[in-house]
């Protein structure tokens, strides 16, 4: 009997060890799973630096063809006709085909075709003008936090942020170029320790919360 219990003990002890061996390669695997997501988060907003960088050279290189064609002389152009003269000669022609078929000129037609095409050429708004009131008059960087200190014990992903941050009807470009702003700030604010990685993509004010997040 007391050979039994010796064996019992003993093959308890290996099992209790075994378990806790086993917590540890899970522990160490939620870390490293952590690590990769902060370096992948890294990655991206340094590609959007990149990206911001290489537009504003590429706007400001001319090609060496571009500054030939800049050094050549002009060359004389050829009288242009007068424009008011033109326009009346279209104006009778048309007028008198109009006449001849017994139908008016669509004047509204035109009209909505240069309407159109006006709308068309109007700039794309930035994610500024479409922040909702209440951040409008904060940096970007603190209006994120301002929105993590206003839920200090949960766990915030991008998404839900820029949903706090931005009002339903922002366009899909605009909302793409916030988000990827708020990604950035949210790297930032990580390495300066104001807030905690959680599970993946997802952050919180509480180290607490973040570590129980990412544990589970």
């Known amino acids: 009997m007391p050979q039994a219990q010796t064996i019992e003990t003993s ?16 522990a160490e695997v939620a870390a490293l799973t952590a690590q990769l997501e902060a370096i992948g ?5 340094l590609q959007t630096v990149i ?3 290489s537009s504003t050279d590429s706007s400001s290189v001319e090609s060496p063809s571009a500054l030939e064609e800049q050094s050549k002389p002009a060359s004389p152009a ?6 008011l003269i033109a326009a009346s000669d279209a104006e009778t022609a048309g007028s008198k085909e109009q ?16 309407t159109r095409k006006l709308k068309s050429d109007e700039p794309a ?12 008059k904060l940096s970007l960087p603190r209006a994120v936090a301002s929105v993590m200190q206003s839920q200090p014990e949960a766990v915030l992903g991008v998404p839900e942020i820029v949903n706090t941050l931005f009002v ?13 702003r708020v990604s950035n700030v949210l790297s930032i604010g ?11 993509g997802q952050y919180s004010l509480s180290r607490e919360v973040a570590e129980a997040s990412v544990a589970s």
């Open 125 to 136: 708004k930035g994610w500024q003008h479409y922040i909702r009131k209440e951040f409008a």
């Open 11 to 26: 093959s308890d002890s290996t099992l209790s060890k075994l378990l806790e061996a086993d917590a540890a390669l899970v």
């Open 78 to 83: 050829p009288p242009a006709a007068d424009p």
């Open 190 to 200: 990580l390495k300066n320790d104001q807030w905690y990685w959680a599970k993946k």
């Open 51 to 53: 990206e911001l960088f």
């Open 41 to 45: 988060q890294k990655r991206q907003g």
């Open 99 to 114: 006449v001849a078929k017994g139908t008016k000129t669509p004047a509204k037609g035109r009209n909505a075709k240069t």
């Open 168 to 180: 339903d009807a922002t366009p899909q470009a605009a909302r793409n170029d916030a988000r990827n």
